[in-house]
Nanobody
Framework: QVQLVESGGGLVQPGGSLRLSCALS????????INWFRQAPGKEPEWVSN????????AYADSVKGRFTISGDHVKNTVFLQMSSLKPGDTAVYYC???????RGQGTQVTVSS
């Protein structure tokens, strides 16, 4: 069964860090573009970052560039989103997807608040 599951969200203070995970099963992530999106309450989904290891692609939205880092572990078949210097404006449900496979996870909540 092909699926992906996000984890790693939580409550963090401004300036803090979190690492999100997107674990894939049934498909090897190296062969696909994997996106991270986020959606805050009342707002449209916002693309955050993507990776395609086979193509050497990593890209970031301007709003997170320099603060977030996307990476992949081919042994764990998992894509990570390391988030640092978090701001209240980063509060959202974060989810990953593989558009070429029509896969999207259930999302993980990130709340940045003091």
């Amino acid at each position: 069964q092909v699926q992906l599951v996000e984890s790693g969200g939580g409550l963090v203070q401004p300036g803090g860090s979190l690492r999100l995970s997107c674990a894939l099963s049934g498909v090897t992530f190296n062969n696909y573009y994997i996106n991270w999106f986020r959606q805050a309450p009342g707002k449209e989904p916002e693309w955050v970052s993507n990776i395609n290891p086979n193509r050497g692609v990593r890209a970031y939205a301007d709003s997170v560039k320099g603060r977030f880092t996307i990476s992949g572990d081919h042994v764990k078949n998992t894509v990570f989103l390391q988030m640092s210097s978090l701001k209240p404006g980063d509060t959202a449900v974060y989810y990953c997807d593989v558009p070429s496979l029509g896969l999207r996870g259930q999302g993980t909540q990130v709340t940045v608040s003091s």
